[in-house]
């Protein structure tokens, strides 16, 4: 059976059907709906903005997080469970200035498109959101890097960003910060993919 490690569950594995995880071994999809009203009596739920063809099931009510709120439904405050609603992001991402220019030039030529194809489009805030997560595996999660550590890696569309996660002082107060330090191309071209990991012959991108 499919096990996977949501960030949130604290290392434990469960069952892939009973996370958010859009990678699904089946053909089932993802709606952001919203509850207009409970039936304890008769353990229903009425919901709304469902963007599916008239009949079609709906099988499983996952909780909303915060960032996939998509501001058009209303202007309520959402309301989530406490372990949705932490406040666990890592304080603050900033990129050198050699990690800058280089990623505003792959997305001037096009390299993250067709998702981001200029500037504007967020590919940077997108970044920044990700990274603020902590991407890093369970252990290291929480942690910082002594100046002597080897950078992550994380792939983004069509590049790589190379990063560390530092203590830094703010306001008095010592919090985590992510750098990028290094942003590179990647040529997919030959590239064999297990799961939709791009691997090279001996398992890692040249």
């Not at 990678?23 to 009203?37: D, E, K």
């Not at 997080?65 to 309301?79: F, Q």
């Not at 595996?137 to 002594?146: A, E, F, I, Q, S």
Request: proline letters at 7%; one cysteine or more; aromatic letters at 6%.
């Amino acid at each position: 059976k499919t096990k996977v490690r949501p960030p949130r569950a604290g290392g434990l594995k469960v069952g892939q059907l009973a996370t958010r995880s859009p990678h699904r071994p089946n053909a089932l999809g993802l709606s952001l709906v919203r509850i207009v009203s409970v039936d304890n009596k008769k353990k229903r739920l009425e919901i709304a903005a469902l963007d599916l063809v008239n009949g079609t099931p709906v099988y499983d009510i996952k909780p909303v997080v915060p960032w996939d709120i998509p501001g058009h439904h209303d202007t309520k405050p959402l309301k989530v469970p406490t372990w949705v609603s932490q406040e666990d992001a890592l304080s603050s991402v900033s990129f050198t200035s050699e990690a800058k220019t280089s990623l505003e030039r792959l997305i001037q030529y096009g390299k993250l498109a067709p998702f981001y194809k200029s500037e504007t489009d967020g590919a940077m805030e997108t970044i920044c959101e990700v990274l603020a997560q902590d991407p890093r595996c369970l252990k290291k999660r929480g942690t910082v890097d002594g100046n002597t550590a080897d950078p992550y890696k994380m792939i983004f569309c069509s590049i790589q960003l190379e990063f560390v996660v530092k203590a830094s002082i703010l306001e008095d107060t010592k919090v985590s910060e992510v750098s990028v330090i290094t942003v590179t191309e990647l040529d997919f071209e030959g590239a064999t993919f297990v799961d939709g990991l791009p691997l090279s012959g001996n398992g890692t991108l040249s």
